[in-house]
C-alpha cells in the first residue's frame, strides 16, 4: 500500500509551485456551504445517469447544488463551482498536469490529497504532444490517495472520452465544453467494500470564466457502453457519503479556482 504524504520532499521544496502547496487554503465558496448545510435535497430532483447528456443543454437544473440517497439505494450529489478569472483550457491542462507528480495532486487541496500514480503509458500519453490537450485524460487512470469525509481512501478514475461517457462529441466541440469523467472506485484504506461510482465534471464558459456542472452517481459504472447499476440487491450507499463528498468538493475545488489561473500562467501552459 502506497504511504500517505503530507509534506512535501527535498527535492519538491526546490520547484517554483512549491509555494502553492504552503498557500492558505481558500475559504469555500459559502453560498454553496450554504446550500449543502441545509440537508439533503429531494431525491426526486436528482438527474439520473441515463441522462447524462442532458448536461450539455443551455440553462440550469432545478438543483446544481445538493446531494441524497435514492430510491434505488444509489447516491447522488451535484455541485456547481465557479472559476473566476479561468479558461477551459485552464481546466483540460490542469487534469493532464496534476496527476504527474504527487506534489501537483497535494497543492490542489493539501488538507484531504495525499498522493497521486499513473502508469508509464499513460505518462507518455499526457506527455506526447502530438495528442490533444482535451484527450489527455481520455483512457486513462488515476490511483489517488483522498479524504473526502471518512478518513484516507484509495481511489481509481478510468477517465472516458466525451463519446464514452454518452454525449455527441459534435456538441461538446461546438459549445466549447470541456469533460473530465469516467468510472471510479473507492474503498476506505481501513478496509471495507469497494464503491463504485460514475464522476462527471462538465466545464462551460460563463462571463466571469468557467463555472462546472459536477455530478457523481454512487453505485453506477459504464460498462460496455452502458450505463449499470453496480449495488447488490438491497445495499443502500449511507447518505454520509454524498454529504460528505460533496462538501469535500466544493472545498477543493474553491482551492483550485483560487490557484488556477496564476499557476497556469506561471507554467505557461507546459505540461511537463
Request: one cysteine or more; proline letters at 8%.
Amino acid at each position: 500500500m502506497r504511504p500517505i504524504k503530507t509534506s512535501l520532499t527535498p527535492e519538491e521544496e526546490k520547484k517554483t509551485y512549491a509555494k502553492y502547496f504552503y498557500q492558505p487554503l481558500a475559504t469555500p465558496n459559502p453560498e454553496l456551504i450554504t446550500i449543502l448545510e441545509k440537508g439533503p435535497m429531494n431525491p426526486s430532483k436528482a438527474l439520473m445517469p441515463e441522462n447524462i447528456a442532458h448536461l450539455a443543454e443551455d440553462g440550469y437544473d432545478e438543483v446544481e447544488t445538493g446531494y441524497c440517497v435514492c430510491p434505488n439505494g444509489t447516491g447522488y450529489l451535484a455541485v456547481n463551482n465557479i472559476f473566476p478569472g479561468a479558461t477551459i483550457e485552464m481546466l483540460q491542462w490542469w487534469f493532464a498536469w496534476h496527476c504527474l507528480e504527487d506534489m501537483r495532486y497535494m497543492l490542489w487541496y493539501n488538507k484531504c490529497h495525499f498522493g497521486t500514480f499513473i502508469s508509464d503509458a499513460d505518462r507518455a500519453k499526457i506527455l506526447d504532444p502530438n495528442v490533444p490537450l482535451a484527450e489527455k485524460s481520455h483512457g486513462i487512470t488515476h490511483h489517488i490517495i483522498e479524504d473526502i469525509g471518512g478518513g484516507p481512501d484509495n481511489i481509481d478514475i478510468s477517465f472516458l472520452s466525451p463519446k464514452d461517457l454518452g454525449f455527441d462529441p459534435a456538441i461538446v466541440a461546438q459549445k466549447h465544453l470541456a469533460l473530465i469523467g469516467g468510472n471510479g472506485t473507492s474503498q476506505s484504506r481501513a478496509g471495507g467494500p469497494k464503491i463504485p461510482t460514475l464522476m462527471l465534471h462538465l466545464y462551460r464558459e460563463i462571463p466571469s470564466g468557467v463555472e462546472s456542472r459536477t455530478r457523481f452517481w454512487m453505485g453506477y459504472q459504464i460498462k460496455n457502453g452502458k450505463i449499470c447499476n453496480m449495488l447488490p440487491e438491497g445495499i443502500r450507499i449511507p447518505l454520509e457519503a454524498p454529504m460528505g463528498l460533496a462538501f469535500h468538493n466544493v472545498c477543493e475545488f474553491s482551492n483550485l479556482a483560487n490557484i488556477l489561473p496564476s499557476l497556469y500562467k506561471e507554467m505557461n501552459g507546459h505540461i511537463g
